[in-house]
């Protein structure tokens, strides 16, 4: 599944992710348990929000980029 639509904008699940990130979890495991999701869905959708400028990783964990913290603010609670 993925993170982010066609149009550019977040699915349900990179919502959820970015939300999580947000939250300041940073880890995939912290997101996972964060996000209500399973790991695997979000150690690929992190890999595609990286791809996409909106998360960075440091090692084992991840941030929200600038892009990405600005999306996250625009995202309904």
């Known amino acids: 599944m993925a993170c982010i639509s066609p149009d550019g904008k977040p699915t349900v699940s990179g919502a959820k992710i970015l939300r999580a990130l947000k939250a300041k979890a940073g880890s995939a495991e912290e ?3 964060n996000a209500g999701l399973p790991l695997f869905r979000v150690r ?9 400028g909106l998360v960075s990783q440091k090692g084992e964990q991840y941030e929200l980029s600038a892009k990405g913290s ?3 603010d625009t995202l309904p609670a």
Not at 44 to 52: D, F, N, P
């Open 31 to 33: 997101v996972s348990q």
């Open 44 to 52: 690929s959708g992190l890999r595609e929000l990286t791809q996409a």
């Open 70 to 72: 600005e999306l996250a």
